[in-house]
């Protein structure tokens, strides 16, 4: 089993699971979803949770009245503390003569990985 943590390029069927994938500059075509499961991602190493722990106290002054600049994972667009993640495991090849192969595509919110190819 490879780590790789590469972005990836997926295109999705009506059902939302993943039909291809641009890994490399080659696309890869989903022959099977073997398993799909969630994640939560290290929510208790979060610069707000930190913070809230009193870990890491902001140095930085936004105004006069002494209130904090927010941090910027605050003001992300998702704003999702947990940071979960959907995981697919999936066969793929990528041409008619390549070999199959097994890959984990890792999804949080429009962001889509591969997390693993898996020997």
């Known amino acids: 089993m490879r780590v790789?943590?590469?972005p990836v390029a997926v295109r999705l069927s009506s059902d939302a699971a993943p039909t291809q994938f641009v890994w490399r500059r080659r696309l890869w075509r989903v022959l099977a979803v073997q398993r799909?499961?969630?994640e939560a991602g290290p929510w208790w190493d979060d610069p707000r949770v930190r913070r809230a722990r009193g870990q890491d106290a902001p140095t930085r002054w936004s105004n006069e009245l002494g209130e904090p600049n927010p941090p910027p994972e605050a003001t992300s667009p998702?704003?999702?503390?947990?940071?979960?993640r959907t995981i697919w495991r999936v066969e793929a090849s990528s041409g008619a003569s390549a070999q199959t192969g097994v890959y984990e595509l890792a999804c949080?919110?429009?962001?889509?990985?591969?997390?693993?190819?898996v020997d």
Do not use: Q
């Not at 949080?108 to 693993?116: A, D, F, I, M, P």
């Open 4 to 6: 790789s943590n590469e």
């Open 36 to 38: 799909t499961w969630v």
């Open 78 to 84: 998702d704003g999702d503390l947990l940071g979960d």
């Open 108 to 117: 949080r919110g429009s962001e889509w990985r591969l997390r693993t190819i």
